[in-house]
């Protein structure tokens, strides 16, 4: 297990279609969460998981976005009828209790 | 929104010298982190420092921490062409027991090395 693993790297979708992003964590961390990221900004809190539990969503994540873990290992990030405005960077991180974070490399969506 | 500001936004030293970037946060924290980010790629953990510390060394890095002015400083000693990236502050200000359940993250600062 290297590291945080998302797919795909990159994605183009045309506005008003739904895509799915996946990211594998590192095996042992407990902790999985997503953040995105615009050009020139720093990431900005989406959710957060603790095993398989939600813990905490931020109001950035619309009810268009839904995300799930379930059997606390894998996550899935949907965006449901894509707008221009989410076109960002979208980061997965896990983490194992009070440690740093693991990032994974992201996942690039382009909204045409 | 974004608690902590970096100052400055963009930095361009020659190789060899020293950087230091500063950020400032908000609220009372847990602990504050120091990540690094190469163009397009995902952010790679530089060091931790808990509320209770001061100072930290990793390396070539040197990080402090002033809660009395919610504060910080990353210092990177001699700088080389490859440490070229945008470095972000991150707090994490919850309680011990959910230490982690969220980073806020500044802007960040483009740091740029010239060979």
């Known amino acids: 297990d290297t590291g945080v693993s998302q797919d795909p790297r990159h994605k183009i979708t045309k506005r008003g279609q739904n895509v799915t992003f996946r990211c594998d964590p590192i095996s042992e961390h407990n902790r999985l969460y997503w953040y995105r990221q615009t050009l020139g900004q720093g990431p900005e809190f989406l959710t957060y998981f603790q095993n398989e539990a939600q813990l905490e969503k931020s109001r950035l994540l619309s009810d268009r976005f839904s995300a799930e873990r379930p059997k606390g290992s894998f996550s899935t990030l949907e965006i449901q009828r894509t707008e221009q405005g989410d076109s960002a960077m979208y980061l997965c991180a896990s983490s194992l209790r009070h440690e740093g974070y693991t990032f994974g490399s992201g996942t690039r969506l382009t909204v045409v | ?115």
């Not at chain 2, 945008?86 to 500044?106: M, N």
């Open chain 2, 1 to 115: 929104s974004q608690q902590g500001e970096e100052d400055p936004q963009a930095l361009s030293i020659q190789e060899g010298e020293n950087a230091t970037m500063n950020c400032s946060y908000k609220t009372s924290i847990n602990n504050l982190q120091w990540y690094r980010q190469n163009s397009g790629r995902g952010l790679v953990h530089l060091i931790l420092i808990r509320s209770n510390e001061r100072e930290k060394h990793s390396g070539r890095l040197r990080v402090t921490l002033d809660t009395s002015k919610k504060s910080s400083s990353l210092l990177i000693t001699a700088s080389r062409a490859a440490d070229t990236a945008s470095y972000f502050c991150a707090t994490d200000a919850g309680i011990q027991e959910t230490s982690g359940s969220r980073l806020t993250f500044g802007e960040g600062t483009q740091l740029t090395v010239n060979p």
